[in-house]
Structures are given as structure tokens and as C-alpha cells.
């Protein structure tokens, strides 16, 4: 299936997401950007043809409320791509896409929460797209949802010690395993 979107990705920095979305005149921030694909995915969007690539945009566009064209739906395809390459390699690559750890804590913080925002409104503009929102939702799946929801409100002003850093890495860790989890069960109802 990956055939079609060629060789197998490379997924992109914060960084360098950031630099690309700002050179485009999109203060987005690339964690949710990220977030919103992955819950496109995790909610069944097929990346197999060009015109779902295609669909996908702009579901992006619609869940983000931003317009992507020329460079920046370049780059949401790649990373598109590089999620898609992410979740089905088999030694478990996938990871949101968050700030390295040298950046400022609630930079960090901030982002988390974007990522976690953005995967429930891609996900839920996928279902939507999909007209199923009358489907039931997968029990393990509500509990994720759920949780994102809470994560996506974290609390900025924690300072930083080693007790929340380590809380934080624990919380990347299950948005991580979760995301995982979600999107590997929906692409097994593709196949």
C-alpha cells in the first residue's frame, strides 16, 4: 500500500515543521498538525490513491481551519507520508512530533496539548467525512479519546522539575502507545 506514496518517509523535526509552516505564513503549530494527521489516520483515512491524499488535505484544512497549498500541503503530505511510514514499521518508530528537549517546558507543555487537540479534531473530521458518527466507537477507543481530551487541556504553568518532566514523558508515552494502537486497528479494517 505504501507503494503509493513512495519509499518509506522520513518524519520531519519540530523544528524544521515549525520553519516550514512559518515561512508559509502559518502560525500552526506543528505538533497539532501532526496530532490532526495521526487522528485522520486513526480514524480510518486511506492515504492509498492520490485522491485520497487529496481527501485528506482537506480534511486537514477543514479540522485546522487553515488553507494548504503549494509548500505547506507539500509538507502536510510528507508528513502524512512519514506518520503513515511511522505506524507501520515494525520496530514501533511512531511518536508525536513534539518539541526536543533542549526547547523551554512549556513549550513542550504547549505543544503536547496541540498534539493532543489536534488528533481529536482530525479524528473527529475523519468520522465525520466518513459519515460515521452514528457507529459505535470501540470502548478501548472512547477511553483514548477521553484521555486526549484531558492531555489536550494540560496545565502551562507547571514549572519544571523532575517530577513533571518525568510525568510529561509518561504522558508522550501513552499518547504514543494509544495513537498507536488506533491507528494499527483502523488500518487493519482497511486491508
Known amino acids: 500500500m505504501l ?3 513512495g519509499d518509506y518517509e522520513t518524519m520531519p523535526d519540530w523544528q ?6 512559518l515561512g508559509v ?10 496530532g490532526a494527521a495521526t487522528g485522520l489516520l486513526a480514524a480510518g483515512a486511506a492515504l492509498d490513491t492520490e485522491g485520497q491524499r487529496d481527501g485528506a488535505l482537506g480534511l486537514l484544512e477543514k479540522a485546522l481551519a487553515v488553507d494548504l497549498h503549494g509548500d505547506s500541503a507539500d509538507f502536510s503530505n510528507r ?3 512519514a506518520t503513515l511510514s511511522a505506524v507501520r514499521d515494525t520496530d514501533f518508530a511512531f511518536s ?6 533542549d526547547e523551554a ?20 473530521q475523519a468520522v465525520s467525512a466518513a459519515d460515521a458518527g452514528s457507529e459505535p466507537v470501540a470502548p478501548t477507543t472512547a477511553e483514548s479519546l477521553k484521555d486526549f481530551a484531558a492531555i489536550a487541556q ?10 513533571n518532566e518525568r510525568e510529561f514523558e509518561e504522558l508522550v508515552e501513552y499518547l504514543r502507545v494509544a495513537a498507536l494502537n488506533m491507528v494499527t486497528d483502523a488500518l487493519s479494517h482497511q486491508a
Open 79 to 81: 508528513l502524512l507520508a
Open 25 to 34: 505564513g502559518l502560525t500552526l503549530n506543528p505538533s497539532e498538525l501532526h
Open 105 to 124: 517546558f512549556d513549550t513542550r507543555l504547549i505543544s503536547l496539548g496541540r498534539w493532543a487537540a489536534g488528533f481529536l479534531t482530525g479524528f473527529t
Open 3 to 5: 507503494d503509493a506514496l
Open 154 to 163: 494540560v496545565d502551562i504553568a507547571e514549572e519544571e522539575s523532575d517530577d
Open 16 to 21: 524544521e515543521a515549525a520553519d516550514v509552516l
Open 96 to 101: 508525536p512530533l513534539l518539541p526536543d528537549d
